[in-house]
């Protein structure tokens, strides 16, 4: 069975994470973001949204473990903020109902959402600037990046909350990861 | 998503084995996660088992008759009527958390008392995953995660859903055919009315609260929502019968969830919008107006405090 560890960052919604993957057949646990990376083995990392990123711990780590990675809202901005680069406040908060557009049909995590899908959001900052190597694969009127790839290093971020009911596709979200991480061990 | 069958008969054993020979008290709310804990706990270990509902004057329109009802097959159950004490308690009290404290406290209170009575070592809570969520990120606090075992001194706490969401009690309240108007039955907080009146709690806010929910709940039943209900939010000018009056503001709010850890706010069509204005106006003298809550959660939460 694909093993996918959900990082936790103290976000509201980070058990519904573990409970998406449950619910499709992934074996997801939930581990602290103070633990060890190197004592959690998995074919995946999803790394979970939070109020703020002085609480996220040692997420940051996990970048470097060559496996797949999927940044939720915070956890996409540690992303960025990590790789260099930047993130900052939104001119207008993304909460609730959300339309993204994707912009690469191709991209294997959300490019199966194209043209646009319906998503539930929150949250007030934002990633300003796309680290190296990363290419934007969804836009939206709220928040310019609303999604990121770098699929040469399978890291991938979405800065809105796939996990939630309201999301309307959010579980092929996470079969998409799925996928990500069975193709990459 | 949890198998109610099997779910059942290891909840059951596990209870049986937890509780042992023990007296054991849980505060049956009338809540279906409250419901469902008492009915598993209870066919554990039966009249060991007290479940205690206590009647805050805080509950929805024919609530308590309809509990007595339902759980007229324990025959432990106690009902207390704590009415009076708890509108004491709540008097000159406008703060939602220190509200949501107080009631904590009288909360306690009464429980102390009955788990004396009975001499209960055990204490069985109905806390769902949910509710240890929130604690834990600080959003709210919620009466049944803490509080009570810190003035009793149970041997023993059990939480037999502390890891089902809200949708999977449910499935197992209807394999545990408790009657359909439970296990189908609404979210209604712990704190009950109070915290559908923003400032303080006042006989007069809880009676226009009180028949305000019971006009939502009855004219929203079609549109199947995971929460539908008014809140008293403050006081607004008005015309009535050529008076002037300055009366209470209602708000109703529909929402549809899963879980409760993201709503949609319900889009209502006008005509039964405009009947629950025109029965929440024409019923209560004192209520100046009524709007309709729109606003999704986040960012709102899906209680007003």
New interface residues.
Partial sequence: MTRIAVIDN?G?????EQ?ALR?IGVDADLVDNDVDPEEVEADGFVLSGG?DMDRAGRSAEYLDRDVPVLGICLGMQLIAKELGGSVGGGEY?G???VTVEITDDDDPLIGSLAPETRV?A?HADEVKDLPDGFSRTGTSDVCGIEAMSNTDRDLYGVQW?PE???TERGEEVFENFRDICEGSS | MVNPTEFIDEAVESISEQIGDDNAIIALSGGVDSSVAATLAYRAVGDQLTPVYVDTGLMRKGETEQIRETFSFMDSLQIVDARERFLDALEGVTDPEEKRKVIGEQFIREFEREAKETDAKQLVQGTIYPDRIESEGNIKSHHNVGGLPDVVDFEGIVEPVRDLYKDEVREVARELDLEEIISERMPFPGPGLAVRIIGEVTPEKVEVARESCHVVEEELEEYEPWQAFAAVIGKATGVKGDNRVHGWVVAVRSVESRDGMTARAQEIDWDTLQRIQSRITGENDNVARVVYDVTHKPPATIEYE
């Fill in positions: 103290h509201q919604f980070t058990h519904l409970r619910d109020p908060g909460y609730a109902d539930w929150s909350h939630v009911i309201h």
